[in-house]
Every structure is written in C-alpha cells, then in structure tokens.
C-alpha cells in the first residue's frame, strides 16, 4: 500500500478530508494496484456499517435511571464484616469508649496512693561468716594433703 494512502486512509474513511488532501487521496488511489484498491473499498463498506451503527446523539437514558441501577447494585451486594468500620455508628461507639477508658484511667491515676516507705524498704542481707582459712599443704605429704583438700571441699560454705 502506498505511503500517502495510508496517511490519509483514517481520515478519508471518518470523512474528514479537505477537498485538496481528498483529490491527492484519489490520486494517489487511482495509481495504486487493484489489491489496494479493493481493501480500499471494503475499509469503506465497514466504515459506513459502523457510522449506521451508532447510536442516534439524542438518545439518553429515563432520568433517574442511573440512581435506580446504583440502587439495584447496593441491594445485592452481600455485607462484609469491614463495612461495620465505614459506619458512622461504629466511629462514635469507638470514640466513646475510648473516652470512657481514658476516664476510668485517671481515675485509677489519681486514686491509687503513693508507695510507702514500709513497701519500699529492701531487706538488708547479712554475709555468712567467714569461711576457716585454707590449711597449707606440706608438698612432702601426699596423703595428708588429699585429706585436707576432701575436707575443705565436704565443709565449704557458700
């Protein structure tokens, strides 16, 4: 298909053409093979099948129509669980218990008494005596000095 055909090919067929770029069009067709211009001829035939097509410009719905189809949607909509959030019930119900724990909050604040120090005393903790010193151990002695290291282990106090 030529090049200048295919420029002017969407406007010859919306009819939309001024009559020099129509002429160059037709002389651009005339030139052009038979295969091209039998395309062209059906582009035509379904260009005016789709303008018959159309509906008239005047042609508009029943008033209210549009409210009455938004109505018959809303009815068979089924209900979920976060529409209760939407609702301008659930916003004032949150916003009074809210208040009502912010209430009995300070009211538990101010009501409580202050620590006292009887509460508060931390008992003193006593060390244990201390623990009989180690005895020396002779490095002659073997076996004295396995039953001083079994005694310390057995009386070891924590």
Not at 24 to 49: G, K, N, S, V, Y
Request: overall charge negative.
């Amino acid at each position: 298909m030529d090049r200048r055909i295919e420029e002017l090919l969407e406007d010859h067929l919306r009819g939309s053409l001024a009559p020099a770029r129509e002429a160059a069009f037709a002389d651009a067709l005339a030139a052009a093979d038979a295969e091209t211009r039998r395309m062209i001829q059906a582009f035509e035939q379904h260009a005016q099948l789709l303008r018959s097509l159309r509906a008239p410009d005047d042609a508009a719905p029943a008033p209210g129509f549009y409210a009455r189809v938004l109505n018959r949607i809303e009815e068979q909509r089924v209900p979920s669980v976060w529409d209760s959030f939407v609702e301008p019930h659930f916003f004032k119900r949150l916003a009074f218990a809210a208040l009502t724990l912010l209430m009995l909050l300070s009211v538990t604040v101010w009501t409580t008494p202050e620590p006292n120090e009887t509460y508060a005393a931390v008992p003193v903790v006593e060390m244990a005596s201390e623990p009989e010193p180690i005895h020396t151990m002779d490095a002659s002695n073997r076996e004295s000095n396995r039953d001083v290291i079994l005694v310390n282990l057995a009386t070891y106090q924590e």
